[in-house]
């Protein structure tokens, strides 16, 4: 059963910190439940001692240390009121995220780790749990002075046809709609060399028209999308590559969103080296939507899928 839980990965680490505010303020906005997940594993042995050895690890120093990340969490959010629970467990910690990401509403966590138990978690753990999770993934960067990342006031969602880039969009307009956000959907048609990606349009090909073609494509997919719901949804087709676009949106707006695999445009960026710098050079979260072979139980089937004239 899927509940509206928000499942939050918490290791101490300065951008964990960040990921936990993060979390908080959603739920708040959301009334919806947190559930702090601090997951860690025993090594069985430490670095190497100066004498050439290996020293045994101290399990419960370890175990101790990562209990202490969870009270201080806690203790966080009950001043903040929201309702949560807290999970302290052994084990791979993108692997127990991914697990709980099927009974939960949304999962969250930072960029990486500050280093020694921190990056147990945090590191990976930010590109391999949007990747296999079973709901949403928030990404949070680190919070950089003077910034804000909510209220979210500004959405940028990457649209490419594909149907896990339609449940994106779907969601995206869901946010808008709490928040009261300006909303924008951007499809992407690389057609210029550069960026580390080669164009795919032929020289004889009209630019203008593939252009034109994207954003008639994009249009189709947000009125099928939209289903009604009163949201203005400003749009553009633009030309580049997807995850310097999208990096280049996130210093503008509160909250990327984007799906994980498509067509090769912005639903498929996390899928190789491109979707890593997204995440480690992005200045604003970043929700990653599952693919349709993760859809959840009663969630509807999107199918703006875009033909080329």
């Known amino acids: 059963m899927v509940s509206k839980e928000i499942v939050v990965g918490v290791d101490g680490s300065v951008e964990s910190k960040d990921a936990l505010q993060w979390a908080i303020d959603v739920a708040k906005a959301h009334e919806a439940p947190l559930r702090l997940v601090c997951a860690y594993s025993l090594p069985s042995f430490t670095a190497a001692s100066l004498d050439g050895g290996f020293a045994i690890a101290d399990d419960a120093a370890i175990e101790s240390g990562a209990r202490a990340v969870i ?12 309702e949560a629970e807290a999970d302290l467990e052994t084990g791979d910690p993108a ?6 990401s099927k009974h939960a509403w ?18 990976a753990v930010s590109s391999a749990v949007p990747a296999h999770a079973h709901c949403p993934v928030v990404v949070v960067p680190r919070h950089e002075s003077g910034s804000e990342f909510t209220p979210i006031r500004r959405i940028v969602v990457g649209v490419d046809g594909s149907d896990v880039a339609a449940r994106a969009l779907s969601l995206a307009i869901d946010e808008a709609m709490l928040w009261n956000a300006e909303l924008t959907a951007v499809a992407a048609v690389p057609m210029t060399t ?9 020289t004889s090909v009209d630019r203008e028209t593939v252009v034109a073609d994207a954003r008639a494509g994009l249009d189709a997919t947000i009125e099928s999308v939209l289903g009604g719901r009163d949201v203005n949804v400003r749009r553009h087709a633009l030309d580049g590559n997807p995850a310097a676009l999208l990096a280049e949106f996130s210093t ?13 445009g912005f639903a498929g960026l996390l899928l190789g080296s491109t979707s890593q710098a997204l995440l480690n050079h992005t200045t604003c979260p970043v929700m990653v939507v599952p693919g349709p072979n993760k859809k959840k139980e009663g969630e509807p089937s999107y199918t703006g899928r875009w033909s080329r004239r």
């Open 71 to 82: 009270d201080e969490a806690m203790a966080r959010v009950r001043d903040a009121g929201i």
């Open 95 to 100: 692997g127990v995220l991914v697990d709980r």
């Open 106 to 123: 949304l999962v969250v966590v930072g960029t990486r780790g500050g280093g020694g138990f921190a990056d147990r978690l945090l590191g």
């Open 194 to 202: 550069g960026m580390g990606t080669l164009s795919w349009i032929p």
């Open 252 to 264: 503008a707006v509160d909250l990327v969103v984007v799906g994980t695999r498509g067509r090769g």
